[in-house]
T-cell receptor, first 116, second 114 residues
Framework: AQKVTQAQTEISVVEKEDVTLDCVYE???????LFWYKQPPSGELVFLIR??????QNEISGRYSWNFQKSTSSFNFTITASQVVDSAVYFC?????????????FGKGTRLHILP | NAGVTQTPKFRVLKTGQSMTLLCAQD?????MYWYRQDPGMGLRLIHY???????AKGEVPDGYNVSRLKKQNFLLGLESAAPSQTSVYFC?????????????FGPGTRLTVL
């Protein structure tokens, strides 16, 4: 069965520091997709990235970067030079294969506090 | 486009009352989902739909029913509300037939059952 573990329940860093949010997943499938979503204090869920299991290249988008390591089943998210606006709950998610009945499984989230 | 909208935004019920949450999307998406979010539990899938007229159970379906009579709408019903159903409910939709595509979320409905 698929499972997503975000071991860090809550993290606090001072503004401008770098911070990495961990995500470890379990799956028996060779084809799967990984996601990161952001939930700011306003409550909505914002899509950040989708990565398929065949693409192990790391991705950078501005201050955000993602490190996908199949060998350790991890898909970690790093924020460089953090800002107060980055304060939010971040969710990692996984879905397996291409079966139309498959579902997305979310981790429990990591609450990130960026202190001014 | 409004994207995904949810009605109502807030609701307080008494134990045993019934209500329906409405989710609407104007993006012509095939898939729609209902999640609940509880502190420390992340998002858990209640029910989902892979197309008009179809529904399927998710991870925590008990106490809820759903209907997808129109492609753009996905209704979540609570027949007899219980305090354990106090939660924030999110609706989502995705554009392709494969669930691996990105999900677009509504703003959420905060439900309190007394």
């Amino acid at each position: 069965a698929q499972k997503v573990t975000q071991a860090q329940t809550e993290i606090s860093v001072v503004e401008k520091e770098d911070v990495t949010l961990d995500c470890v997943y379990e799956t028996r499938d060779t084809t799967y997709y990984l996601f990161w979503y952001k939930q700011p204090p306003s409550g909505e869920l914002v899509f950040l990235i989708r990565r398929n299991s065949f693409d192990e290249q790391n991705e950078i988008s501005g201050r955000y970067s993602w490190n996908f390591q199949k060998s350790t089943s991890s898909f970690n998210f790093t924020i460089t030079a953090s800002q107060v606006v980055d304060s939010a709950v971040y969710f990692c998610a996984l879905t397996e294969g291409m079966n139309r009945d498959d579902k997305i499984i979310f981790g429990k989230g990591t609450r990130l506090h960026i202190l001014p | 486009n409004a994207g995904v909208t949810q009605t109502p935004k807030f609701r307080v019920l008494k134990t045993g009352q019934s209500m329906t949450l409405l989710c609407a999307q104007d993006m012509n998406h095939e898939y729609m989902y209902w999640y609940r979010q509880d502190p420390g539990m992340g998002l858990r899938l209640i029910h989902y739909s892979v197309g008009e007229g179809t529904t399927a159970k998710g991870e925590v379906p008990d106490g809820y029913n759903v209907s997808r009579l129109k492609k753009q709408n996905f209704l979540l019903g609570l027949e007899s509300a219980a305090p354990s159903q106090t939660s924030v409910y999110f609706c989502a939709s995705s554009p392709q037939r494969e669930v691996t595509d990105t999900q677009y979320f509504g703003p959420g409905t905060r439900l309190t059952v007394l």
